[in-house]
């Protein structure tokens, strides 16, 4: 069943075209991530998807319902941790859930104890590491009730050795609480890391250039980044990346 | 707290010794005593009159809080309306600084005129000295809301209400609590004006009283009392600020 369909977006602002007639689905379980140059529409995707703007051409379903402008119906993940300083971390990672229902406290401190953040369930953010506070950021979005998360470049601001860390610890934890991911990178490792299928963008208009469905069986690990078939993979993703350049 | 009391001696010196230096000069010049009274028969007077001035301390007290506590939610109340109102937010802000620029002295005699003499019009005084910084503040605070926080919240569907109560306010907390702070300070000021211009009772009427039958040191000593309150309620805002907002001194710490 498909949870998420996107089907013939198409946005501008002022008169230039950001989008343009992108259309791609994803399956219930799957990850998928979006693969494109900076600045290529993908936040605007992400912003369409979750319905702070209506797209001027173009529908989205998620769940088979109609959802185009609707706010609520994703859980999303920002690409800055965005906790809020005045609560802790437990308080935090019920925010998502609070908007939208009753937050389960148990719940939420056993995810926490997942994570690896045992311990810090009372501190406040600023007193956790980069790493731990996007830890935190995507707990929050699992504990959120809606089943497809939308996660926008949330590993960008870290450095390399937290953010292969957090790539495997990320994969750990939705094998565990399996939800259909929406991801969206500018890094090819990554996306070919994370993903079942990999879809890449072009620039300026964005629309969809290819898609690749990934073989990898899971569960990966880091070590996978090295073999032969992961570089082709790239490769092959890295030339059609440089088409659009 | 003892770190606190280190810190604190240097201050503590200056006024010590700027008050001997003040004996010193009223004994060696031999300053006649209404004219300026030395510190030490200002504390003996403030000691030996405290059955005289306090119903007045008692009742400035009780004026003051009332005034502050109605300005304080006043200020807060037209924050927020104009926060969630834009459009009415224009219209009114102007207005807002004008009021701060009516003279105080020549409303006083006024609002006694239009209201008498009982407790209104000096509420009405206090109000308006209180509320302006107070509704900056928290103008302020609520509008500087980290946009990264803000596209958070609207991306995981919350309505304005949540919005408002989950992010704006307890964002602009320590911001309002500064605007608190400077209108604790204000509203003993603006109780004392209220009462110099026609009441029964309060440290201003005591501080008139004084002044006009030039008992120097009893205006000394509610000029001190008046700096002893502003101080005390300075104090309890503090206190206050520090509880509310107790996850502002903590970063670095358990991670490290």
Not at chain 2, 162 to 178: V, Y
Request: proline residues 5%; neutral net charge.
């Amino acid at each position: 069943m498909n949870k998420l369909v996107v089907d013939q977006l198409t946005k501008s602002f002022d008169s230039s075209i950001i989008l343009q007639n992108v259309s791609f689905s994803i399956q219930d379980g799957e990850f998928v991530s979006i693969l494109g140059p900076s600045g290529s529409g993908k936040s605007t995707l992400f912003h369409l998807i979750g319905g702070l703007y209506r797209p001027d051409s173009g529908e989205i379903y998620i769940n088979g319902e109609r959802t185009t402008g609707e706010k609520g119906r994703i859980s999303y993940m920002p690409q800055s941790p965005s906790l809020l300083p005045w609560r802790t971390i437990l308080e935090n990672v019920v925010l998502s859930s609070e908007i939208i229902e009753q937050p389960n406290k148990s719940e939420a401190l056993n995810m926490i104890q997942q994570a690896g953040l045992e311990g810090y369930e009372h501190a406040y953010p600023a007193q956790l590491s980069g790493g731990m506070k996007q830890r935190a950021s995507f707990i929050r979005s699992l504990l959120s009730p809606q089943s497809l998360i939308c996660l926008d470049e949330p590993f960008s601001a870290l450095d390399e050795f937290t953010r292969m860390d957090m790539q495997e610890w990320l994969l750990s934890i939705w094998t565990e609480h399996r939800r259909s991911i929406l991801f969206v990178t500018h890094n090819i490792e990554e996306a070919i890391f994370l993903s079942d299928r990999v879809i890449v963008l072009s620039d300026r208009p964005a629309k969809v250039q290819r898609e690749f469905t990934i073989p990898f069986a899971r569960p990966r690990h880091s070590s996978l980044m090295l073999t032969r078939e992961f570089l082709k993979w790239k490769k092959e993703i890295f030339e059609e990346l440089k088409v659009l350049v | 707290m003892t770190q606190r009391f280190i810190r604190g001696w240097r201050p503590v010196a200056v006024l010590l010794l700027f008050i001997l230096l003040w004996e010193l000069c009223s004994r060696w010049f031999d300053i006649p005593e209404w004219l300026l009274p030395p510190p030490s028969l200002i504390l003996e007077t403030g000691i030996s009159s405290w059955a005289d001035y306090a119903p007045h301390l008692f009742s400035t007290i009780r004026l003051t809080f009332l005034g502050f506590m109605i300005g304080a939610c006043f200020g807060l109340l037209l924050a927020v309306l104009l926060h969630l109102l834009p459009s009415v937010r224009e219209a009114l802000y102007p207005l807002l600084i004008l009021s701060q620029n009516i003279p105080i002295i020549v409303l006083a005699p006024l609002l006694v005129i239009w209201f008498g003499f009982g407790a209104l019009p000096k509420l009405i005084i206090i109000v308006l000295v209180c509320f302006f910084p107070i509704a900056i503040a928290a103008m302020d605070g609520l509008r500087q809301t980290n946009p990264e926080w803000m596209h958070y919240m609207k991306m995981s569907g919350a309505t304005k209400g949540q919005i408002f109560r989950k992010l704006e306010w307890p964002n602009a907390l320590p911001s309002i609590f500064s605007g608190v702070k400077i209108s604790a300070a204000y509203s003993v000021m603006g109780a004392v004006i209220s009462e110099w211009l026609g009441a029964n009772k309060g440290i201003g009427v005591y501080m008139t009283l004084a002044s006009s039958s030039f008992r120097t040191d009893r205006v000394f000593v509610a000029i001190f009392l008046i700096m002893g309150l502003s101080l005390l309620f300075f104090l309890l805002i503090n206190l206050l600020e520090k509880r509310m907002t107790s996850w502002q001194r903590k970063g670095g710490g358990v991670h490290e």
